[in-house]
């Protein structure tokens, strides 16, 4: 059974950090691209970074370049994002998708996942 689960949400201040996992289950990563999005309340989904090819292609939102890094350990079939200098504005439930394919064109196109987890909620507050 494909399976992806997120964790290590939470609140933080503004200038903190965070790293969000993502455990995929099922499946091989080097085989699918994973992608990590976002939903704040009242808006729509949006893409936030990508990593596929086992970690050999990413991509990242203009949002959040030079803030947060996406990365693999394919021995554990997980994915991270780490979040630093996190601002208000970041605070949003963040989900962990997979699709077949291993390039991350594309990556913020939400229908192209097949695969999602359940989401963790992320606050930036003081």
């Known amino acids: 059974q494909l399976q992806v689960v997120e964790s290590g949400g939470g609140l933080v201040q503004p200038g903190g950090s965070l790293r969000l996992s993502c455990v995929v289950s099922g499946f091989s990563l080097n085989s699918f691209a994973i992608g990590w999005f976002r939903q704040a309340p009242g808006k729509e989904r949006e893409g936030v970074s990508c990593i596929g090819m086992g970690g050999g292609s990413t991509a990242y939102a203009d949002s959040v370049k030079g803030r947060f890094t996406i990365s693999v350990d394919n021995d554990k079939n997980t994915v991270y994002l780490q979040m630093n200098s996190l601002k208000p504005e970041d605070t949003a439930v963040y989900y962990c998708?997979?699709?077949?394919?291993?390039?991350?064109?594309?990556?913020?196109?939400?229908?192209?996942?097949?695969?999602w987890g359940q989401g963790t909620q992320v606050t930036v507050s003081s």
């Open positions: 998708a997979a699709r077949l394919g291993v390039y991350c064109s594309g990556y913020d196109y939400s229908e192209s996942y097949d695969y």
